[in-house]
C-alpha cells in the first residue's frame, strides 16, 4: 500500500468584499420594497390617490410626498452605492 498522508480540506479565505456588495444590494432591495408598501399603502387603499375617493388637496399632497420620498430614497441609495468604505479581508 502507498503512504498516502490525509489531505485537508483547505478552504480559501473568505473575500468579504463580496459579502459586502450583497448587503448593498439587500439593502437597496429592502428599501426599495418599504419604499413601495408606504405608497401603496397611502395610495391606494387610504385613497389618497385614487380620483373618485380623495379630494384634489389629498391628491396634491400624496403625490408631492410621492415625489419626494423618491427623491429622497435615490439620494440613500446612491450615497450607499457610492461609499466604497474600507472592507476588511481575511487575506493574511
Known amino acids: ?14 473575500d468579504m468584499r463580496i459579502v459586502h456588495y450583497f448587503v448593498r444590494i439587500m439593502r437597496t432591495v429592502f428599501l426599495g420594497f418599504f419604499w413601495m408598501l408606504v405608497n401603496v399603502f397611502l ?13 384634489r388637496g389629498r391628491m396634491i399632497f400624496f403625490y408631492i410626498f410621492l ?3 423618491l427623491a429622497g430614497y ?9 461609499n466604497n468604505g474600507h472592507v ?4 493574511e
Open 88 to 91: 476588511q479581508d481575511n487575506y
Open 43 to 55: 395610495g391606494l387603499y387610504l385613497g389618497f390617490a385614487v380620483p373618485e375617493e380623495s379630494t
Open 67 to 69: 415625489v419626494l420620498s
Open 1 to 14: 500500500m502507498e503512504n498516502q498522508e490525509p489531505q485537508q480540506d483547505r478552504k480559501e479565505p473568505f
Open 74 to 82: 435615490l439620494f440613500i441609495v446612491r450615497k450607499m452605492w457610492r
